[in-house]
């Protein structure tokens, strides 16, 4: 998906640099994917926060949304597809990494890139 579709489908509005910036961070998650995932079942997680919310959209799987007190975006690809995950998830955002917990369990990892995210955030899915 491009930044523009991911966008579109979360139902939010960006800055014109910030599109620019995602699609250049979803293009690094394709590029991580086809070097890390060869062949393999992965799945994709595109963030963006504005206006107070952190949207998180797995592709494939679910997409959520929860509190988030920065603005920016990310993308990053990972082994596992989270097709089944629903509740409530915490997201560990760091600049080249992101690792998604239920309670104390981790259940999704990926790399890739970020600008403005670096933190915790609890999110819903």
Do not use: H
């Amino acid at each position: 998906m491009s930044a523009v579709e991911i966008i579109d489908s979360l139902s939010i509005e960006l800055d014109a640099d910030l599109v620019v910036e995602f699609d250049d961070q979803i293009a690094a998650a394709d590029e991580i994917q086809a070097l890390e995932y060869p062949g393999a079942a992965y799945s994709k997680l595109a963030l963006v926060s504005v206006g107070g919310t952190i949207y998180a959209k797995f592709s494939p799987g679910p997409s959520g949304s929860g509190p988030c007190n920065k603005k920016g975006t990310g993308a990053f690809a990972g082994s596992k597809s989270p097709s089944g995950f629903t509740g409530n998830y915490k997201l560990v955002v760091a600049r080249l990494t992101v690792k998604l917990y239920q309670g104390d369990n981790l259940v999704w990892s990926g790399t890739g890139l970020q600008k403005g995210l670096s933190g915790s955030w609890d999110v819903k899915l």
